[in-house]
Nanobody, 110 residues
Framework: VQLQASGGGLVRAGDSLTLSCVASGNTFSTYNVAWFRQTPGKERDAVAVSTAGGRKNFADFAKGRFTISRDNAKNTLYLQMNNLSSDDTGVYYC?????RGQGTLVTVSS
């Protein structure tokens, strides 16, 4: 499977941003997909996961601010991010079936 994330950009603190991740193939609905991020000077963190069964889990820093959703008909995973802060600056990746797509850069100015 190949995954391609998009939607990153430069925003101000407090703004919102929605990331998208499009997967290749026709089995998207059958596997778990997740967002990860690599922030400057830190380890790569899991942000949120959407399971094939419809469950959603979030990292503590994402709870209440981020929403993960998927459109299986479009092979697309979304990450809606609200009330962004400079701590959210980083490269965001999507991952599924052991594959990790090219990330998209999110920069939040304070």
């Amino acid at each position: 499977v190949q995954l391609q994330a998009s939607g990153g950009g430069l925003v101000r603190a407090g703004d919102s941003l929605t990331l998208s991740c499009v997967a290749s193939g026709n089995t998207f609905s059958t596997y778990n997909v997740a967002w990860f991020r690599q922030t400057p000077g830190k380890e790569r963190d899991a942000v949120a996961v959407s399971t094939a069964g419809g469950r959603k889990n979030f990292a503590d820093f994402a709870k209440g601010r981020f929403t993960i959703s998927r459109d299986n008909a479009k092979n697309t995973l979304y990450l809606q991010m609200n009330n962004l802060s400079s701590d959210d600056t980083g490269v965001y990746y999507c991952q599924g079936l052991g594959a990790r797509g090219q990330g998209t850069l999110v920069t939040v100015s304070s």
